[in-house]
């Protein structure tokens, strides 16, 4: 996850270094592309306002307190307030960090097309390709693949081991504990 993240931020920056440094960047996108929430309720039959707080928002919080893998990692803290600390790092640091690493490349791709360094036909489910191969040298999207397998590893892992927790502690240990106490009684 952090070489996921390194990446994609980095990715920004040599984009952003690329196009001329932040101010040409910014001059780069049109006006609407510099707003946080441009049109704002446009379709109406399908606004983006609903995507945005169900899916980006919701959907994002709601992964880190409802995922039993990260709920593990805030309950294993040595006490509440580390875990509420570790809880407020994700929501004000992370999560802000993996959304500029995220959408950093359509940024900078939105920059170069209007620059007129790439077509204006660039397909929008290709611009993290083409940005980073115009961008970053030829390993560079290796890295990014095998961050990713590595991430999806750590995932799974992660969801192996809340398996044997909830094993453990919801079935193993109460059956043991009852067993215990029917052999002393027995005694």
């Known amino acids: 996850?952090?070489?996921?993240?390194?990446?994609?931020?980095?990715?920004?920056i040599a984009g952003v270094i690329s196009v001329g440094g932040f101010e040409s960047f910014w001059n780069a996108l049109e006006p609407l592309a510099r707003q946080a929430l441009p049109r704002f309720n446009e379709p109406a039959n399908f606004n983006?306002?609903?995507?945005?707080?169900?899916?980006?928002?919701?959907?994002?919080?709601?992964?880190?307190f409802?995922?039993?893998g990260i709920l593990?990692?805030?309950?294993?803290?040595?006490?509440v307030s580390d875990a509420r600390r570790a809880a407020t790092f994700v929501l004000l640091v992370l999560m802000p960090i993996a959304a500029i690493a995220v959408s950093g490349a359509g940024w900078i791709g939105r920059?170069?097309?209007?620059?007129?360094?790439?077509?204006?036909?660039?397909?929008a489910k290709a611009i993290f390709v083409t940005v980073?191969?115009?961008?970053l040298p030829a390993g560079f999207f290796g890295l990014v693949v095998a961050a990713l397998i590595a991430a999806l590893m750590?995932?799974?892992?992660?969801?192996?081991?809340?398996?044997?927790?909830?094993?453990?502690?919801?079935?193993?240990?109460?059956w043991r504990?009852?067993?215990?106490?029917?052999?002393?009684?027995?005694?």
């Open 72 to 79: 593990l990692r805030f309950l294993s803290a040595r006490s």
């Open 111 to 123: 920059a170069m097309v209007n620059q007129g360094t790439l077509p204006t036909d660039t397909p």
């Open 154 to 174: 750590s995932t799974a892992d992660t969801l192996i081991n809340a398996t044997a927790t909830i094993a453990i502690n919801d079935f193993w240990r109460p």
């Open 1 to 12: 996850g952090v070489l996921l993240l390194i990446a994609g931020t980095g990715l920004f």
């Open 48 to 64: 983006f306002v609903g995507i945005f707080w169900q899916d980006g928002m919701a959907g994002g919080i709601t992964f880190y």
């Open 177 to 187: 504990e009852r067993r215990t106490q029917r052999a002393l009684q027995d005694s």
């Open 66 to 68: 409802i995922n039993q």
């Open 132 to 135: 980073a191969e115009q961008i």
